[in-house]
């Protein structure tokens, strides 16, 4: 039963990481040139899941794993905006 738990939040936290950068990335950052490189998404991923490293140790179910899908999540919405503002927007 923790297991499912455990599964349902890293999945849910993938989803609204992902959700959450691609947003923020096409509404916020539509005129940024420099979010257009490639190395962008990458920095984005490894910063949230350093941020959320240090919260999963609080919470009781989810681990480190949950943490990396996070910013995994992150790195790819944030891909997928800068591909969708590439294509003409979303």
């Not at 959450?20 to 539509?30: E, G, N, P, Q």
């Not at 240090?54 to 891909?79: C, E, M, N, R």
């Amino acid at each position: 039963m923790f297991g499912f738990i455990a599964g349902a939040l890293t999945v849910a936290a993938g989803i609204f990481g992902f959700a959450v950068a691609r947003d923020y990335t096409l509404r916020r950052l539509r005129y940024v040139d420099g979010i257009r490189t490639p190395i962008w998404p990458w920095i984005v991923g490894l910063g949230a899941a350093v941020l959320a490293a240090p919260l999963v140790w609080i919470l009781p179910f989810v681990g480190g794993g949950a943490a990396a899908v996070f910013g995994i999540a992150t790195g790819l919405g944030t891909a997928s905006g800068v591909k969708a503002l590439k294509r003409g927007g979303d």
